[in-house]
């Protein structure tokens, strides 16, 4: 399916060299600010405490939100917990109060409101359990760069791999570098959320790369410019239609989704927006740089012994 087609094909890796420019400073920019700001991990990573309260109907989240944010706690999360009548706040560490204090002065602060509250449970996360979080997500990340350098290289070329592998993990240090500069809150969702770009660019250089190979296969008498120039401007509707409506319902959850969606949106929105980004201008112009060629993607045809091997 096609929206449009462009008859004359772009001339993309003409301007590859200025685009990467851009890159690598963006990158450097990012790990800058990861390097000097960090980031600012949420009571998942860093440990804190954790309410559950009850309701005798359905809580009123944003209300709660804001009296925890008038009571000093900014960007706690507030959180509907199975019923909506069920609610999760968590906490960080306060050095000012223990974690029964922090939970008395919450459920005062509620019980002002609706008498009728109920404190189900309080939990404190400690530092331990943050350690694990970081360090699973840690080994996530580096399990799903193994796989997707793996399968690329087994469906068209470790130059291909690399490329890809290079691009991606651009789009992540992208995306931590606007949460550290920014301070976003960075919790278990907006880790999804970077592992979901992952697979996400990675599809989009994997369309790329399979146009590439079929190029090289009908187009002949290309260069290895124009049969990338030719494969990414004949894939441009396709990436309209796929990352539009993509798009569409990120943005739904970033406008509707509320304070609990609204980082992993955030996350993703910029993820998609330089996974495009970083498969045309990065990924591609990598592969190209790398010396990809059309003998690396289509083996020679072996041509038959008339003799069938036999010795005369």
Not at 10 to 24: E, G, K, T, W
Not at 176 to 184: C, I, R, S, V
């Amino acid at each position: 399916m096609e929206l449009f087609r462009i008859k004359k094909d772009i001339p993309f890796m003409r301007h590859a060299l200025i685009f990467n420019v851009i890159s690598a400073l963006t990158f450097v920019a990012a790990v800058f600010f990861l390097l000097s700001k960090s980031l600012h991990f949420s009571v998942e990573f860093t440990g804190g405490t954790v309410l559950e309260v009850s309701y005798s109907k359905a809580a009123d989240i944003n209300g709660i939100r804001k009296m925890v944010e008038d009571l000093g706690y900014i960007d706690a999360p507030v959180q509907p917990f199975g019923k909506a009548e069920d609610v999760v706040i968590r906490l960080p560490v306060s050095k000012t109060m223990s974690s029964a204090q922090q939970a008395d002065q919450v459920m005062s602060a509620l019980k002002a409101k609706d008498p009728a509250v109920k404190l189900q449970r309080v939990e404190q996360v400690g530092a331990q359990v943050g350690d694990e979080l970081a360090h699973d997500g840690l080994m996530a990340l580096l399990f799903v760069v193994i796989g997707v350098m793996g399968y690329l290289a087994i469906r068209f070329e470790w130059k291909f791999a690399v490329a890809a592998i290079i691009a991606n993990l651009h789009d992540v240090v992208i995306i931590l570098g606007f949460f550290a500069f920014f301070q976003w809150e960075f919790n278990l969702s907006v880790l999804a959320a970077v592992l979901a770009v992952l697979g996400y660019s990675v599809n989009e250089s994997v369309v790329i790369f399979d146009r590439i190979r079929e190029n090289f296969r009908k187009q002949r008498k290309m260069s290895v410019k124009e049969v990338i120039d030719n494969a990414i401007t004949s894939t441009i509707s396709r990436t309209i239609i796929t990352h539009g409506c993509t798009q569409m319902m990120v943005l739904s959850m970033l406008l509707l989704g509320g304070p609990t969606l609204h980082y992993f949106a955030i996350a993703l929105t910029i993820g998609i927006c330089f996974g495009i980004y970083s498969s045309v201008f990065v990924a591609a112009a990598i592969a190209m740089w790398l010396g990809v060629s059309r003998e690396d993607l289509i083996k020679p045809v072996k041509e038959k012994d008339d003799t069938d091997g036999a010795v005369v």
